[in-house]
């Protein structure tokens, strides 16, 4: 049976946004990101 | 009595899962003692709208993150690769189970009251929302001082001269000027625990207060308004719905029309019709015991597992 365009576009769209949030959370972790998300601030 | 809690009545388990989120994000006891791992903790947001100007809470929230790095000229990848990781395995589950302004809104909903539907063209508005202030203008708009009357001014940052451009004060303006989630655990704690910021009080301070009051009035009457019309964070994870690894199908010939999930969803859709919506919480509402129509699975493809 043929697959739609959208049930093989849709698991690449899936694996593509894994990898890439995959690459940006290490990416963040090297250039030390997480000392600049800080809790403290007082917005009114 | 059914009626009122039909939000939990057929998934206790959600109820459980939020309240014991709420304190998890929001009730910081359990670090009390452990001001380290606190300190740890609030540097990792999570996928939920939650201030980290809250006093109790322990994580940090990734609409004020993404923007306060806009803010100082960098991108937050950190918070970008969670979103993209939380809503490729997930779509906007987290709103459902761990939300605790999403949670609060359901609440108010629970008080008797006629119930209205919310106009479908409103669920755009969020879009725009999350481009023009939490992207564009924590970019391009910031606030100047006269320095003769001392009269702050909002203006564009390409207008400031050159020189000017790098020191010029931006917002993070979603939090600045819309995030009810704020105003209730941030604004409203802060000043009436704090007496210096009570000349700090103005006009934007009301204007918040008063987006909080229609947001909570209007959650008594509608579903999740906040969530439906506003929230930036859901626009973001609800695009990832229909790819998501969590899905939801609908098996027509094993529905029998009871409209026990169109009572029981918490965004007031149809699951029947748009089960795989970006509106849709993955709240499970609608994947009910009594009902083998609508069926959780988890699947790359779009396959349906042969077992469900």
Redesign the interface.
Known sequence: MKKSA??TI??I???I??V??????????G?E???????????? | MKQKFSFYVHNWSRLFVLIIALFVIDGHFYVKHYPQVREFLMHIPIPVLNCYSVPTTVFACPVGTFQHFLVIGFFSFVTFGMLLLVGGLLGRWTCGWLCPFGFVQELFHLIPSPKFKIPKWSRYIKYVILLVFVVIMPLMVAVTQNAETGKHKVTLVSQLPEDEQEFAQRETWFCKLICPAGTLGAGIPHVLKNENLHELVGMLYWWKIALLLIVLIAAVFTRRPFCTVICPLGAFLGLFNRISLLKLTFIKEKCYNCNLCVRDCPMGLDPRKDFNSPECIRCMNCVQKKCFAIRKYASITNEIPKDN
């Open positions: 959208s049930a849709k698991p769209l899936l694996g946004s894994f890439i949030g995959f690459i940006f959370i290490l990416v963040g972790i250039m990101e997480f000392y600049e998300i800080s809790g403290n601030a007082l917005t009114l």
